[in-house]
C-alpha cells in the first residue's frame, strides 16, 4: 500500500473536469504523485509498444516541446511510444500523467518510468483499488481515461491492428481531436495512422500544428534543438538540400539509396522542420 495514495471522487475539486463530461467517468481516482496537475491542460501522445526508433524520435520530441507550453503530457506508461512521450515532458521539466489498468501493487510494465514519473512531479492515476491485478479488459477502460483527460489524442505509430485505435475511437466519442503524422504507405507501422487520417485525424508535420489548434500563440521551444539538430543518419541527404529544390529521385542516385529509403529521411527532415517540401516531390532547406 502507498501511504501517500490520494483518493479522489468527481464530487472532489481537484477531479478533472475535462473527465467528468465523458460517458461513464470513473466515479474514483487513486492518486500517486502531484495531483494538483490533474486540472491543467493536457494533450495524449500514444502509439506502438514496438515501435521504430523513428516512432520514438518523434513522441519525446513532440512531447518535449509541447510540455514546455504548460500542457500535460498523458500516456499509458507502456513501453515504445507511451514511455518515449512520458520522458519528453519530463526533459521539457513539463508535467506528465500516466494512467494505469491495474491498482499500484500491480505495476505494469515499467517500474522505472513509474518512479522516474513521481520523482519529476508527475502523477499516475488509476481508478482501480491498489490490489486489483492486471486483466485485459483494463486496459481498454485505461484508455477511456486517457482520451478523456485530453484535449486532444497525437497518435505516433499504429499498426493495422493496434490498441490505439481504441484510444482513437474513444476521443471520437468525446468530441476530442485526433492527431496523426503521415507515414509511408508500406510503412507496417503506419498503416493504422493512415487510416485514422483518411477517416477523420488532423494531419500534422510540427508541433505547431497542434497548439495552433488550441490558439496557444506565444510558443516557447528551443529552435536550436527542435529545428537544426539533424541525426547523424540523415546528414548526408540533408546536405543536398538547400535552396535550390532538388527531388527525391536526385537524392536517391546521388547517395545511391532506395527512393524508399530516402522518402523514410526526408519525411523525418521534414517533421524535424529541417526541410520543407514543394509539390512535385521537391524539397528546399527550411529557412530559420
Same mark, same amino acid.
Given at each position: 500500500?502507498?501511504?501517500?495514495?490520494?483518493?479522489? +471522487?468527481?464530487?472532489?475539486?481537484?477531479? =478533472?473536469?475535462?473527465?467528468?463530461?465523458?460517458?461513464?467517468? =470513473?466515479?474514483?481516482? #487513486?492518486?500517486?504523485?502531484?495531483?494538483?496537475?490533474?486540472?491543467?491542460?493536457s494533450l495524449s501522445i500514444i502509439g506502438s509498444r514496438n515501435a521504430t526508433n523513428y516512432g520514438r524520435e518523434i513522441a519525446r520530441k513532440f512531447a518535449k516541446n509541447i510540455a514546455k507550453q504548460g500542457i500535460n503530457i498523458v500516456s499509458g506508461m507502456a513501453k515504445g511510444i507511451d514511455s518515449e512521450a512520458h520522458l519528453g515532458a519530463i526533459e521539457a521539466g513539463g508535467n506528465t500523467i500516466a494512467v494505469l489498468g491495474s491498482g499500484f501493487n500491480h505495476i505494469f510494465p515499467d517500474k522505472k518510468i513509474f518512479q522516474k514519473i513521481l520523482d519529476n512531479n508527475g502523477a499516475i492515476i488509476t481508478e482501480y483499488k491498489p490490489d486489483t491485478e492486471i486483466f485485459p479488459d483494463g486496459f481498454r477502460k485505461r484508455n477511456r481515461i486517457v482520451a478523456g483527460l485530453s484535449l486532444g489524442t497525437f497518435i505516433v505509430e499504429a499498426k493495422e491492428k493496434s490498441g490505439t485505435s481504441i484510444t482513437a475511437e474513444y476521443a471520437r466519442q468525446f468530441e476530442r481531436k485526433i492527431f496523426c503524422i503521415p507515414h509511408l504507405i508500406e510503412d507496417k507501422h503506419g498503416i493504422g495512422t493512415n487510416r485514422l487520417l483518411k477517416r477523420d485525424a488532423i494531419l500534422i508535420t510540427d508541433v505547431f500544428d497542434i497548439l495552433n489548434h488550441y490558439e496557444i500563440s506565444e510558443i516557447d521551444y528551443d529552435k536550436e534543438? #527542435?529545428?537544426?539538430?539533424? =541525426?547523424?543518419? #540523415?546528414? !548526408?541527404? #540533408?546536405?543536398?538540400? @538547400?535552396?535550390?529544390?532538388?527531388? %527525391?529521385?536526385? $537524392? +536517391?542516385?546521388?547517395?545511391?539509396?532506395?527512393?524508399?529509403?530516402?522518402?523514410? $529521411?526526408?519525411?523525418?527532415? !521534414?517533421?524535424? @522542420? %529541417?526541410?520543407?517540401?514543394? =509539390?512535385?516531390?521537391?524539397?528546399?532547406? %527550411?529557412?530559420?
Open positions: 500500500m502507498y501511504l501517500n495514495m490520494k483518493i479522489i +471522487s468527481i464530487e472532489n475539486e481537484l477531479y =478533472p473536469e475535462q473527465l467528468k463530461h465523458i460517458k461513464k467517468p =470513473p466515479q474514483t481516482l #487513486y492518486v500517486l504523485g502531484n495531483e494538483k496537475i490533474l486540472n491543467n491542460k534543438n #527542435y529545428e537544426i539538430q539533424i =541525426p547523424k543518419q #540523415y546528414q !548526408e541527404c #540533408y546536405n543536398l538540400i @538547400g535552396t535550390e529544390a532538388i527531388s %527525391a529521385n536526385e $537524392i +536517391s542516385k546521388i547517395t545511391n539509396k532506395s527512393i524508399s529509403e530516402i522518402n523514410t $529521411i526526408l519525411t523525418m527532415l !521534414e517533421l524535424e @522542420g %529541417a526541410i520543407k517540401s514543394l =509539390p512535385g516531390n521537391l524539397f528546399i532547406r %527550411a529557412i530559420n
